[in-house]
């Protein structure tokens, strides 16, 4: 009989922070807040949630078969990939090390979602004002709903005259 080799959460954690995003290749999907949960039951089988960013995003079908390349070249011999939409993904998923990533990479990171109930902040994702990532100018306007791909918006800094992308994925 073959030895079986057995993976701890914390291994398969690892395993999966090397899985990028194929729309944002700076950033992983534990930082992205897309995978959601790792369970290794006593059989030693591992089952991967992941949760997408929009459900009408290309990417998923990508991402899941990416998770499920990385787990069999890392040797992990019995697991499952779920996606899961019990929840739905917010950016407040996303850790602030991978908005400040997302900004550095040259795409506006999303608006918070939580402070629904703040007017100024309401009025703000009403209106649509998406910082420059690049000179943080606010004069900013939107150019195209869709960008390189349907999860992103076109817009166009006035200030430092340079097109962006605002990740909208929410
Ligand atoms: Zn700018």
């Not at 073959?2 to 729309?23: A, C, G, M, S």
Request: hydrophobic share 35%; net charge negative; proline share 6%.
């Amino acid at each position: 009989m073959p030895t079986i080799q057995l993976h701890t959460e914390e291994q398969i954690w690892d395993f999966l922070k090397e899985v990028t995003d194929p729309e944002i290749p700076v950033l992983n999907i534990v930082e992205m807040g897309i995978a959601r949960k790792v369970e290794v039951d006593e059989d030693g089988k591992v089952l991967v949630k992941i949760t997408p960013t929009y459900s009408g995003c290309p990417a998923m079908n990508a991402i899941e078969k990416l998770v499920n390349e990385k787990l069999k070249e890392r040797g992990v011999a019995d697991f499952s990939v779920k996606l899961d939409f019990a929840e739905t993904w917010t950016t407040d998923w996303m850790t602030d090390e991978a908005k400040v990533k997302l900004k550095d990479y040259g795409i506006a990171p999303p608006e918070k979602t939580e402070d629904e109930d703040d007017d100024f902040l309401k009025s703000l994702s009403n209106t649509k004002i998406v910082p420059c990532p690049y000179c943080d100018s606010f004069e900013t306007e939107l150019v195209s709903q869709f960008g390189s791909t349907a999860c992103k918006s076109q817009y166009y800094c006035n200030e430092c005259e340079q097109p962006f992308e605002h990740f909208k994925c929410i």
